[in-house]
Structures are given as C-alpha cells and as structure tokens.
C-alpha cells in the first residue's frame, strides 16, 4: 500500500514553455502533498506544500508565479513550471501524506525535467 | 530553523563490515526521523521511520537509533553487500515537512 506516482518520469522541452508534472496517490488519500526538488548530487528541498482544496503554501525563496501547484482532490497533485529556463532543469519529487496517521510521507519516483 | 548534517559525506568499505551512517539535527521539537535510500538517478525508498517517542527501529539488517535531546541518529548497516551501495539520506518531520540532510554516499566493495 501507500503508492505515489508520478508523469511522466521523464521531460525535455524548450525554455520558454511550460511543463505539468502530476503527482498521484493510488492506494489512498492524501490530504496533503509536498512537492521538492533536487538538484545534481544535491539533498532534497521542499518547494511547496498543497493541501486539497486550498492554495499551497511556498517555501521561502520559491516563485509561487513560476510554480503553480493544484491539489483539485484528494488524490491528485499537479505542479505547472511555467516559461521554463535550463536553470530550472532538476529532478522534481512528490510525496503524499495522510492525515491522522504516523505522519509518514511516501514518495514518489520522481521527474527529470530538462529544459533545452 | 531546523539544520540537518550528515557525515561522512562518502564512505567506501569492503564487502561484510558493519558500518554506521550519522545524522544530527539541530532542532528536538520533531514529530519523526526518516531514513532513505537513493540510487543514482532514482526516487527514494524508505527504509525505517521512527516516531518522536521511540529509540530505535529494525529492519533486517538495518537498525535506526534516535536520541532527541541529543539531537542525533545513527543508521546501523550489518553485514554490508554491494548492493547496499547507494545514498542515504536522513529527513526529520515536523508538522509534516521534511527536512533533508545531505545524504552519505556509500559504497561497499565485493
């Protein structure tokens, strides 16, 4: 139990475009996602937090404009990188996490996003 | 703001030793400390979750210590292989976020 998944797992596209990255719980609801991104033999760092239904909460230093994040259910998490630069080239990972439980976050397996 | 450190940052050992992977936080009030593993270009597998209120969690040949007032975990590998090679990153959870440390890349020679 406790599957995330993510799609694609893999994107290149053109600086200046913009990039959907979805993020599923397939196996129970999440009432929260967290959205991070990881940088070449760098840690993790939380871009975000959506809970459904309400806006995500940005960590410091993250363009929320740049960033849009949707968490429409409870299931379901999408983060948009809109006019995308080769700097925001990264592997972008999202966890789900589930209320009243041993606040464990499961992971998913990430996207390699390469802007050109 | 809670820190996370890692050390060593890399580690080489031969085949069969037992080893341990340090993590040390600098904020106690934590709801959990997770441990993962991460191969190269892959996502992140969890290996042991231990709640604020616990010492320590086992998973085969792995065992996982947590020391709040200290601030300190320790990630015991028994018996390595080579397939244990990877990175191991350390996360403590507060309200939910997680706060990654930089990870320890080990590699373990047959």
């Known amino acids: 139990g406790a599957v995330v998944s993510q799609h694609p797992s893999w994107v290149i596209c053109k600086s200046g475009t913009s990039v959907k990255i979805e993020c599923r719980s397939l196996?129970?609801?999440?009432?929260?996602m967290f959205w991070y991104r990881q940088f070449p033999k760098q840690s993790l760092m939380l871009m975000a937090t959506?809970?459904?239904?309400?806006?995500?909460?940005?960590e410091q230093g993250v363009e929320k404009d740049k960033f849009l994040i949707n968490h429409a259910s409870l299931t379901l998490s999408t983060l948009t990188v809109t006019s995308a630069h080769p700097e925001d080239s990264s592997f972008y990972i999202c966890?789900?996490?589930?209320?009243?439980?041993?606040?464990?976050?499961?992971f998913g397996p990430g996207t390699r996003l390469t802007v050109t | 703001k809670q820190e996370v450190t890692q050390i060593p940052a890399a580690l080489s050992v031969p085949e069969g030793e037992n080893l341990v992977l340090n993590c040390s936080f600098t904020d106690s009030a934590i709801y959990n400390l997770q441990w993962f593993r991460q191969d190269p270009g892959k996502g992140l597998t969890s290996l042991l979750l231990i709640q604020s209120s616990q010492r320590e969690q086992t998973s085969g040949r792995l065992n996982a210590s947590l020391d709040k007032s200290s601030g300190r975990s320790t990630l015991y590998i028994a018996a390595s292989q080579p397939g244990d090679s990877a990175t191991y990153l350390c996360a403590v959870g507060n309200t939910g976020k997680l706060i990654f440390g930089q990870g320890t890349t080990l590699q373990v020679k047959p």
């Open positions: 966890s789900a996490w589930t209320s009243g439980g041993s606040y464990e976050q499961y």
């Open positions: 196996d129970f609801q999440a009432t929260t």
């Open positions: 959506s809970n459904e239904g309400s806006k995500a909460t940005y």
